[in-house]
């Protein structure tokens, strides 16, 4: 069975804490994603990864930074928490060149900043 | 700028009832379109995807969708909904020439009256 495994289910950090997201997949995949889920805004971009040490920014990377020194693994940063940042956050990936191809998504990690 | 809606943010059926869920893009090229859903406490999967040939595509557990090129439109239809079905719905597109850029709606919240 494929899989996503992410981290952290839950995580409650203080305003101003470096948070490490840690998202894993078995499948080889090359393409690996960040998004965040709120409430009536659905899923938006952070980061993407097409590549060991090779990303670009989505939508809205302001405040997070990412890492993938293996092909396997794609971390999400957040160097200084903020309020603003509570959210769950979802890890994906999905085959490269693929624009037509399914996205395999972790099970998220909802993080609350207090 | 590119977008998908869902207009429909909670949709409440009994069971036995039909659904159908709209979506539409704004995106001038070729596209491929999806539909994911979450079950409660689980995480996001999909349930069908159109990139090609026949407008109307069967997914998993009895939906299907129906792209509808001259209306922007991907709608989620079911003859029939179980309590089961009761889930996030969540629409997206992917311009054919990107596998990074996938764009989510805002996502419905069905919810099933036994």
């Known amino acids: 069975d494929v899989k996503v495994t992410q981290s952290s289910r839950y995580l409650v950090k203080r305003t101003g804490e470096k948070v490490f997201l840690e998202c894993v997949q078995d499948m080889d995949h090359e393409n690996m994603f960040w998004y965040r889920q709120d409430p009536g805004l659905g899923l938006r971009l952070i980061y993407f990864?097409?590549?060991?040490?090779?990303?670009e920014k989505g939508d809205i990377p302001e405040g997070y930074s990412v890492s993938r020194e293996k092909k396997e693994r794609f971390s999400l940063i957040l160097e200084s928490a903020s309020t603003n940042q509570t959210s769950m956050y979802l890890c994906?990936?999905?085959?490269?060149?693929?624009?037509?191809?399914?996205?395999?998504f972790g099970e998220g990690s909802r993080l609350t900043v207090l | 700028a590119q977008s998908v809606s869902q207009h429909n943010h909670h949709v409440i059926l009994s069971e036995a009832a039909s659904l159908e869920l709209g979506c539409n893009y704004s995106y001038g090229g070729t596209v491929n379109l999806f539909w994911y859903v979450q079950y409660p406490g689980q995480h996001l999967q999909l349930l069908l995807k159109?990139?090609?040939?026949?407008?109307l595509v069967k997914g998993i557990k009895g939906f299907e969708a129906e792209f509808i090129k001259s209306k922007f439109s991907f709608n989620l239809r079911k003859p029939s909904v179980q309590w089961s079905d009761t889930a996030e719905y969540f629409c997206a597109v992917t311009p054919y020439s990107s596998a990074s850029k996938i764009i989510f709606g805002s996502g419905t919240r069905l919810s099933i009256r036994p």
């Open positions: 159109y990139f090609s040939g026949d407008p």
């Open positions: 990864s097409y590549d060991v040490k090779m990303k």
């Open positions: 994906a990936s999905r085959e490269r060149g693929t624009s037509n191809g399914e996205l395999f």
